[in-house]
T-cell receptor, first 112, second 115 residues
Framework: DQQVKQNSPSLSVQEGRISILNCDYT??????FLWYKKYPAEGPTFLIS?????DKNEDGRFTVFLNKSAKHLSLHIVPSQPGDSAVYFC???????????FGQGTTLQVKP | DGGITQSPKYLFRKEGQNVTLSCEQN?????MYWYRQDPGQGLRLIYY???????QKGDIAEGYSVSREKKESFPLTVTSAQKNPTAFYLC??????????????FGPGTRLLVL
């Protein structure tokens, strides 16, 4: 039972345009959400996070939006750069257990 | 400079053999974690430890064992009981493992292959 879902396995975007990565979750006990970025043969690195009491968090070119009623969050990258090409994992923390649950990941390719 | 190291980068296991993956951190973090990544799946939690000499099973602990004798080290043993060990294994650590919203920091990973 996948509690955190990234339904798009891959996304291709032109350099300079916006990249939008989506994530859906099913457990209403999730109260903190994170995005991780992963290059091949490397461990994930933390990118940006958002608490459930907010609906937006921005850090430079990266913005995360949270829609609690829809149990949906998205990561926007503007403008996209070739160096952004990586696998992006959405993750959620269960407020009861403190466990971090990951989505399947979305591979982003930014074309020059 | 601080960080998490995992070794080896690639590991080959023969049928019926136990192998141990190393994870070391010098971030002074209390909590450490082991995840497994398979193609098309998110990271799944194998074991975690919030303090020395204590650890808990994650979602897929069967066929694995861990120890936490030192704060800096959290080795993972893939036993012969793990029937499908081929995967990318990631170690992570966080400050305390108890704070909501606590960021986990990951090592570079070990790819385990069965011969």
């Amino acid at each position: 039972d996948q509690q955190v879902k990234q339904n798009s396995p891959s996304l291709s975007v032109q350099e300079g345009r916006i990249s939008i990565l989506n994530c859906d979750y099913t457990n209403s006990m999730f109260d903190y959400f994170l995005w991780y970025k992963k290059y091949p043969a490397e461990g994930p690195t933390f990118l940006i996070s958002i608490s459930s009491i907010k609906d937006k968090n921005e850090d430079g070119r990266f913005t995360v939006f949270l829609n609690k009623s829809a149990k949906h969050l998205s990561l926007h990258i503007v403008p996209s750069q070739p160096g952004d090409s990586a696998v992006y994992f959405c993750a959620a923390i269960n407020g009861n257990t403190g466990k971090l649950i990951f989505g399947q990941g979305t591979t982003l390719q930014v074309k020059p | 400079d601080g960080g998490i190291t995992q070794s080896p980068k690639y590991l080959f296991r023969k049928e019926g053999q136990n192998v141990t993956l190393s994870c070391e951190q010098n971030l002074n973090h209390d909590a450490m974690y082991w995840y497994r990544q398979d193609p098309g799946q998110g990271l799944r939690l194998i074991y975690y430890s919030q303090i020395v000499n204590d650890f808990q099973k994650g979602d897929i602990a069967e066929g694995y064992s861990v120890s936490r004798e030192k704060k800096e080290s959290f080795p993972l043993t893939v036993t012969s009981a793990q029937k499908n060990p081929t995967a990318f294994y990631l170690c992570a650590s966080s400050l305390s493992g108890q704070g909501i919203g606590e960021t986990q920091y990951f090592g570079p990973g070990t790819r385990l292959l069965v011969l």
